[in-house]
Nanobody, 122 residues
Framework: QVQLVESGGGLVQTGGSLRLSCATSGRAVSYYAMGWFRQAPGKQRELVAA???????NYKDSAKGRFTISRDNAKNTVYLQMNSLKPEDTAVYYC????????????????WGQGTQVTVSS
């Protein structure tokens, strides 16, 4: 089993940047595919980015070119670098882990963090 703790959220102006971190404990993160989802008020949770244990990535179309998911297995941490932020990026961002990338991408991953709030002001 693995526990996930997100950090790095906050308030930023349009065009700004944030880096979210997802620290894992328990089983080593290298065993898992990892992902970031977000949920805005009144909207469904949606995939932002995912990364397999081998480093294969998958991005939501609106995140391509602006967001980068990466992993540091030695630190048991996954990151989401977010640049050129827009007000529509405002949401609670969740980290997710599972044995399979497809399960992560589908939003049915086994392990979820508690979320971190990202607010982008216009």
């Amino acid at each position: 089993q693995v526990q996930l703790v997100e950090s790095g959220g906050g308030l930023v102006q349009t065009g700004g940047s944030l880096r979210l971190s997802c620290a894992t404990s328990g089983r080593a993160v290298s065993y898992y595919a990892m992902g970031w989802f977000r949920q805005a008020p009144g909207k469904q949770r949606e995939l932002v980015a995912a990364i397999s244990y081998a480093g294969i990535t998958n991005y939501k179309d609106s995140a391509k070119g602006r967001f980068t998911i990466s992993r540091d297995n030695a630190k048991n941490t996954v990151y989401l670098q977010m640049n050129s932020l827009k007000p529509e990026d405002t949401a609670v961002y969740y980290c997710v882990a599972d044995d399979r990338l497809l399960t992560v991408v589908r939003g049915t991953g086994a392990y979820w963090g508690q979320g971190t709030q990202v607010t982008v002001s216009s």
